[in-house]
């Protein structure tokens, strides 16, 4: 069994605005997750991209105006927002606080393909 404690892993600079912590991924031995959290300053976010995966974006604190195709939507803290696989989307602290987001992949490494992109981004590799 391994225990995975997440205050002892960095925050890691992942853009403009934007720090990141790796919780799970085939970093830490898993198999099919890759689990982080992000803190984003406000007018801050992730640009436009796709997952060949599903992935789960929960707010802890804050607020965050999310996307999926040309729908956007307001998400607080304690809603989660399910983008499927292959879908653009992205999202924006449109708060005046610190935006803290959980987010889960259904893969153990992270692959994001930019829109526009002809290559995928891939951090958390073995």
């Known amino acids: 069994m391994q225990i995975i404690e997440p205050r002892d892993r960095a925050l890691e600079p992942w853009r403009a605005g934007v720090e990141t912590r790796m919780v799970v ?9 890759c ?17 060949p ?4 974006l929960t707010v802890r604190d ?5 996307w999926l195709d040309s729908e956007r939507r307001i998400v607080s803290a304690g809603q989660a927002f399910i983008v499927p696989a292959g879908r653009l989307h992205g999202f924006r ?14 893969s153990p490494i992270f692959e994001a393909l930019p829109e526009g992109a002809s290559e995928p981004t891939r951090r958390w590799t073995v």
């Open 35 to 51: 689990i982080f959290e992000q803190w984003i300053a406000p007018g801050h976010g992730a640009p436009t991209h796709s997952h």
């Open 93 to 106: 602290n449109s708060g005046t606080t610190t935006l803290h987001i959980h987010a889960v992949l259904a």
């Open 53 to 56: 995966v599903e992935e789960v």
């Open 25 to 33: 991924s085939a970093q830490t031995g898993a198999a099919q997750l």
């Open 62 to 66: 804050g607020e965050a105006e999310m």
